[in-house]
DNA sequence: TTGTAGGCGTTATCAG
DNA sequence: CTGATAACGCCTACAA
């Protein structure tokens, strides 16, 4: 059974009128006399009229929708964006089309098939891990569908870009580290070629640098899946392990791999920060309630939501062509709990 | 600028034939002759063609889009309700549109309006905190709008239900406490009147009142901001702790009054479970890493928000009016950790 | 096998 | 001040 709403030509019918008076009434436009406006509002507010946004959409050759692909929505650094999206794009009128890649570039360009298809007026975007080109983006782009990158960011598409400062985040955190005594910092990462992971493991090197710290090579662990699945994290954790001097400390470059970091270490009945000590980027608000509390460097995940949000609003309802992009880059935050002492 | 997709009359004018001919063709209608079809095809994906949308929907009169209303999607029993959603009706070829109360009346009512004036196929709700009473809802579902309820639900509305086994949840969790050597239990809860609430107080009653166990009324708290509020959480454990006799345990109805008590019991310098034991209703996934590691009762919320989407896409596609409606119970699940022993 | 026309709900334009 | 008409993109009954 459908659901049939009530239609200008309804309110027409019912009040003796034609469509293009009740229109105008709706609007409240000034040629409409006081009384007929009265009649249609008080009609309209009655049965509850919304004017129909496939019809407005036709009409307007827009849909009011953005479309948005993140990885998983059940990760607290995503989840917050998303609400900084919905509350940019509820208050300017527009509906947020969530779709998750789970990592996987198939999902990627599924999720990207599907938000066309539904002609979403422009589109936010955090690469999923397996992503290493974007001809699918670069087409659509192209063809004219305004886009704007976040999080996980590619240079192959000149747009607007948002990002956390994750060279400073990650030279922040192991800086602390290198502060509470250690030397021997191992790092575990998500896929090489996705920018966070670039930025990040640059901040790591370069503070190392920067006290004249060397590591092996088998201290870097890079995780293809992102952390989700917890062999990856195990497979790292062995290679750390292997190396002849065991490190004193890790450097985990994402929520899940944070997580999945520690649990791992309590199941092989390492104690942290006893054995080893560990900080972690992570936007779960739940850290502080492990064992052992975590310190963790955290990205402004609304904010970011918040800003690439307008920023797409901006570039979808700009008169002319947009040729200059923006690249914000925003600061991150550290909390030193127990798990780095 | 916006975004100009092509259109069926750009492939006609293209290939020198009508509008209709093209339809068809892209439907693989039989009338077309193969030459022509391939030809149609073709262009089509060459120039990325996609029906849009608001034609269609104009002319089907379906928006092939549901509206959720949650509370918070940044509560795991949600975050993952969602997703069951979002496999159903991807796969149906649906687009979900999440809106959020953040457990506000005022949000609540804000968040329908706009959903109707997205004019959705239907609705997927449960309910916030503050609301306990639905003429809102009642109005929109007697204007024909299918309408399913899950979690939080109202016997107002003569629909289909998904719900988790409250009763028998909270049951086996005061139970265990029980077990474990409990008698003076504590029960920090939800709003009284929401429908969860009311099947876990039974539960975790009946559970008492099988083993002979009274508790004084100050063991029974409610939060009206579902624990969305720290201070409430505060004073229900004040209630608590001024009672003559001090609880031995703590069983929370919530996630967010779990993760809520945990911290202030911590804040107050109590430790769980050697002063206080505790269990909660949580779906969150890391409470084996807290300290302690947190018995816990989980819904199926995935499964929860897949059952409950099919019920709905059935009610929006089906042909006839529905009048036999179904209430669905789903099995909840004990995980035992520390903090109850 | 292909083309024409009408309608889904709305608004802008033009005409009274 | 109000009404008729066309157009947005698509589909389909009917016509050729």
New interface residues.
């Given amino acids: 059974?459908?659901?049939?709403?009530i239609t200008i030509k309804d309110i027409a019918k019912a009040l003796g009128l034609s469509t293009s008076t009740v229109s105008r009434a709706l609007r409240d436009s000034y040629e409409i006399s006081p009384e007929t406006k009265e009649k249609v509002l008080a009609y309209a507010e009655k049965f509850?009229y919304?004017?129909?946004?496939?019809?407005l959409?036709?009409k307007e050759?827009?849909?009011r929708s953005i479309g948005v692909i993140v990885s998983e929505?059940?990760n607290?650094f995503f989840?917050?964006a998303?609400?900084g999206m919905?509350s940019i794009a509820?208050d300017r009128g527009y509906?947020?089309?969530?779709?998750?890649t789970h990592e996987s570039f198939q999902r990627e360009l599924a999720n990207l098939r599907?938000l066309?298809?539904?002609?979403i007026?422009?589109l936010l975007v955090s690469l999923s891990s397996e992503t290493n080109d974007i001809p699918h983006l670069n087409?659509?782009h192209q063809?004219?569908?305004?886009l704007v990158f976040f999080d996980r960011i590619s240079d192959e598409i000149k747009t607007h870009k948002v990002i956390a400062d994750n060279f400073k985040g990650a030279y922040d955190v192991t800086k602390h580290l290198i502060d509470s005594g250690h030397k021997r910092i191992a790092h575990l990462a998500n896929v090489s070629y996705l920018s966070i992971t670039i930025e990040r493991l640059k901040g790591f090197e370069k503070a190392l640098s920067d006290h004249g710290i060397k590591i092996p090579a088998s201290y870097i662990q890079y995780c293809s899946h992102g952390g989700l699945m917890e062999e990856e994290i195990d497979k790292a954790l062995d290679a750390f392990f292997a190396s002849k001097i065991k490190p004193e400390a890790i450097f985990t470059a994402g929520e899940k791999l944070t997580?999945g970091c520690?649990?791992l270490l309590?199941k092989r009945g390492i104690k942290v920060p006893e054995d080893i000590a560990m900080v972690g980027f992570s936007n779960?608000k739940?850290l502080?309630?492990?064992?052992?509390?975590l310190t963790i460097v955290k990205q402004p995940a609304f904010e970011m939501g918040q800003i690439a949000t307008e920023m797409l609003l901006n570039?979808?309802e700009?008169?002319?062509?947009?040729t200059e992009f923006e690249k914000r880059v925003l600061p991150t935050q550290m909390t030193i709990r127990d798990s780095s002492l």
Same sequence: chains 1, 2.
């Fill in positions: 059974m459908r659901f049939a709403a509850n919304r004017p129909n946004p496939a019809a959409g036709l050759r827009r849909t929505i059940d607290t989840s917050e998303i609400n919905e509820f509906t947020v089309i969530i779709t998750q599907y066309s298809s539904r002609s007026d422009g087409k659509i063809q004219g569908l305004p997580i520690l649990r309590k779960a739940l502080d309630l492990f064992d052992p509390p570039l979808i700009s008169r002319r062509p947009v």
